[in-house]
Nanobody, 119 residues
Framework: QVQVVESGGGLVQAGGSLRLSCAAS????????MGWYRQAPGTERELVAT???????NYADSVKGRFTISRDNAKNTVYLQMSSLKPEDTAVYYC?????????????WGPGTQVTVSS
């Protein structure tokens, strides 16, 4: 069984920075794409950023130039560096990891971490 856990959320003032981390643990698996999604109250979950196993990245327009996604393949970990935070970035941030195990590919989600940006 693969576990995915996020960390690094918290309360920050507008204009500040936070770094989220997400680690996948378990046995007998590899990882394809990794990504961050977020969900604010009353809204649908939306893509924030993704990164492939080769390092190609994709960002939502709303975070381009402010957020940076990266990964450490040796640690099965993905990061989200968030800068110039805005109140509208307030949401629960979820990590999604594409797991490859025994010829199957499936997504695995973390429980989420709250990010609150005060104005």
């Amino acid at each position: 069984q693969v576990q995915v856990v996020e960390s690094g959320g918290g309360l920050v003032q507008a204009g500040g920075s936070l770094r989220l981390s997400c680690a996948a643990s378990g046995r007998g698996f590899s990882i394809n794409a990794m990504g961050w999604y977020r969900q604010a109250p009353g809204t649908e979950r939306e893509l924030v950023a993704t990164i492939t196993s080769g390092g190609s990245t994709n960002y939502a327009d709303s975070v381009k130039g402010r957020f940076t996604i990266s990964r450490d393949n040796a640690k099965n970990t993905v990061y989200l560096q968030m800068s110039s935070l805005k109140p509208e970035d307030t949401a629960v941030y979820y990590c999604r990891v594409e797991i490859v195990k025994t010829y199957a590919i499936f997504p695995s989600w973390g429980p989420g971490t709250q990010v609150t940006v005060s104005s």
